[in-house]
């Protein structure tokens, strides 16, 4: 008798223990599914030939001054050098070269920048057909020196009129030679070159105070101009604004050519070519 109650409570205590287990397990919060991580994929770069310091305008090239550089290939221009092979083999070629524009430290080397010439860098970066011509200037000669390289500039040819020897006066006469030409260089100065750090402001407040202007002419426009330097009592040149600095087919034909056929009939023109007088016209 005892031990029938004795195992009658056994089975009872066990099927409590079970039901207890799996009331637990019903009850007991999910778990959160293990999301395994998973490895982040490398952006795919390319080799991109980039500048170690600032190149200036003029500025040649040396195998210091280039480097290659992890580039992410969404970014890559066709303009950009990209490493093919040997790398050092594609830097030799451009060491030498002139900057046409400047490069910053860091910009990817475009070879629309460059120019292969063994020529001073004046002439490498002058456009095809056009003529680099200098004018002598003085603060007062060219808007207080705020001129700068890459301006756009009218000249302004001042002289004596005719009549003013025979009537003893003092009037003079005034014209625009020549409309729209770009400054290439102030003195030496072939680019801008703020100092911020002494003037506290942009490039509209630098200021090149020079003796003489270069300006890109055509061979017509040097012609007017080395006549005019020969007739005139001063040049003048007028600073234009940026958004009038678009050269147009008006302002070339708003130049003065009738100084070069008056001086062609009035005095004499002497062509030489190649160290050999050509022509010589004989003076009126």
Known sequence: MKIT?????GVAVGAGLIAAVIAMRVTAPSQAPVVSAQTAV??????????????????????????WQDWPVSGVSSHFIQKQGDGNAQITPLVGSIARATIYTGEPINEAKLINSDRGYMSAILPAGMRAVAIKIAADTSAGGFILPNDRVDVIMTRHSPDANE??????????????????AIDQTVENKSDTSKTGSDNGSETVIGQTATLELSSEQAQILTVAQQSSDRLTLALRSVADSHPSPADAAADATDLIGNTKQNGAVTVIRDGVVRDVSSIR
């Open 5 to 9: 109650r004795v195992a009658v409570l």
């Open 42 to 67: 490398a952006p795919t770069t390319s080799q991109v030939l980039v500048a170690t310091k600032d190149i200036p305008l003029g500025g040649r090239l040396d195998s210091g001054a280039m480097q």
């Open 167 to 184: 009537t003893g006066g003092n009037d003079f006469q005034t014209r625009v030679i020549l409309n729209n030409v770009r400054v290439l």
